[in-house]
């Protein structure tokens, strides 16, 4: 089993025995989404690659920051700090961002190797730097690239 699915299951269990059910529950939600994917591409979950891993905890994240979003705009703050909360647990089992200097100098060489002279060419930009950096915020590689590019 790859070492992240141990560590998520380890934690799990030992939120289950401290009695920490927030925890428990946000990691088994998370266990479950893992499952899925690997029925989805019909492999055992020990067979996951740690990008598929990452893959799902990054989805996971969006959509607490969508929901957390919408709960806000509809005067749900209570819900929104649930959902805030179950972000930080779940971004603790990704690995660190590159900083924006590191992004922005991916965002340059990436401008260059394309040749993009206009916004038109944002998706070649953004492909091209989310393969250098897989961890890196596309929201932020985004608006460095319409930055440099406008």
Known sequence: MPPLIETIHEDMKRAMRSGETFRRDTLRFLESALKSV?????????????S?????????????????KQYRAGSREELA?????????????MPSAPDSQATRLAVEQAIEETQADSSKELGKVIGVVMKSLPHADGSEVRRIALEILS
């Open 38 to 50: 690997a029925i989805e591409k019909r492999l055992a979950l020990s067979q996951l690659s740690e």
């Open 52 to 68: 598929d891993i990452h893959a799902v905890i990054r989805r996971s994240i969006k959509q607490r920051e969508d929901s957390a």
């Open 81 to 93: 700090e649930k959902e805030d909360r179950e972000r930080e647990i779940l971004s603790a089992y």
